[in-house]
């Protein structure tokens, strides 16, 4: 796999060097948020506990773009919640005298697009999104993604190195993903999914292998919208008395209606997670990777808020 992704780094590098200078431009953008927050925490074990903090965050986004099939795109961000430390341990951050070293690289990724077909790749430090609300990966990652459209389908293949561990032994955590959507009409539109994770980073007992399988479908009509998925999952994690299989599914359904004279939206969302009923499986619906299931909801009691 190295030498296959050596390969194609050399490739890009030379679509790059090839690309006319005249065309060549940039632009920068991004977001600054100040937040202030007041709660309490509970957990069963232990009574409420107030915590209170101003959050800041600035994200910077800088894209060179050389021509219309190569672009380079960095994305940095800044995190300094006031009186706080900078991630990095090194000067104040947000405390008094600041001068923190808290500069964070989020994504760092070359866009690549093949003359004359539908081919696109993208190489680098990427955001990782599955087409189910999140439930399975939504994380940034080193990655490669390859996506075409075949015969009015648009496919796309993604390969992302999780972990390398140690380069001389096989000790990797990997991830691969396959997407398939088509969109019939203007009022429907469906999808399949495939997501597989190969954890060897325990190097013997303990190593697993998960996957994930999923279809989806979205039918608007007028202003109502009805949409949901189903995925099944199952997986095999070694043990010192052997090999120990699971399987679980997960599923949800959301009709919504937006209403007139610009009233805005009303909807309800089912969400369905299966449970291990037997302490002598591991039967359980398992997270792939990320923490923030169905955050486009925007119902920050109950899910994560849009930011």
């Known amino acids: 796999m190295k030498r296959i992704a050596g390969i194609i780094s050399v490739a890009t590098l030379a ?7 005249m065309a060549q431009s940039f632009s920068f953008g991004g977001y600054y948020r100040l937040t202030g927050v007041t709660q ?11 915590e209170s903090l101003i959050d800041q ?45 808290n500069v964070e690289t989020k994504n760092a990724f070359l866009d690549v697009k093949i003359p004359e077909t539908t081919v696109k790749a993208r190489l680098g430090l990427q955001g990782i999104d599955d087409l189910f609300e999140y439930v399975v990966i939504s994380e940034d990652a080193a990655a490669a993604s390859v996506a075409a459209s075949i015969a009015g389908v648009d ?41 597989y994770i190969d954890d060897n980073s325990a190097n013997g007992v303990g190593d697993s292998e998960t996957f994930w399988y999923g279809l989806l479908g979205d039918y608007k ?14 997986g095999t994690k070694e043990t010192a008395a052997g090999d120990v299989d699971s399987q679980a599914l997960a599923a949800s359904v959301r009709g919504a209606l937006v209403l007139p004279n610009g009233l805005g939206q009303v909807g309800l969302r089912g969400i369905y997670f299966s449970p291990d009923s037997d302490a002598k ?9 990320g923490e923030w299931e169905f955050p486009r909801e925007n119902m920050m009691i109950f899910l994560p808020d849009r930011w």
């Not at 496919?155 to 955590?173: C, L, M, P, Q, R």
């Not at 398939?180 to 009409?185: E, Y």
């Open 281 to 289: 499986d591991d039967n359980a619906w398992k997270s792939g990777v």
């Open 57 to 101: 965050r600035i994200r910077m986004k800088f894209t060179d773009t050389l021509n219309d099939y190569v672009k380079f795109v960095y994305y940095a961000e800044v995190d300094t919640p006031w009186g706080m430390k900078s991630k990095g341990s090194i000067g104040g951050g947000g405390e008094l005298g600041a001068d923190g070293v």
């Open 40 to 50: 309490n925490i509970k957990s069963k074990s232990t009574d409420p506990v107030g």
């Open 221 to 234: 009509v007028s202003d109502f919208d009805l949409n949901g998925f189903v995925i099944a999952q199952n």
């Open 15 to 21: 679509v790059g060097l090839a690309s006319p200078a």
């Open 155 to 195: 496919a796309e293949v993604i390969y992302s190195k999780f972990s390398e561990g140690v380069t001389s032994a096989w000790d990797d955590k990997d991830f691969y993903a396959l997407h398939l959507t088509k969109k019939f009409n203007d009022h429907l539109k469906t999808g399949a999914a495939v997501y």
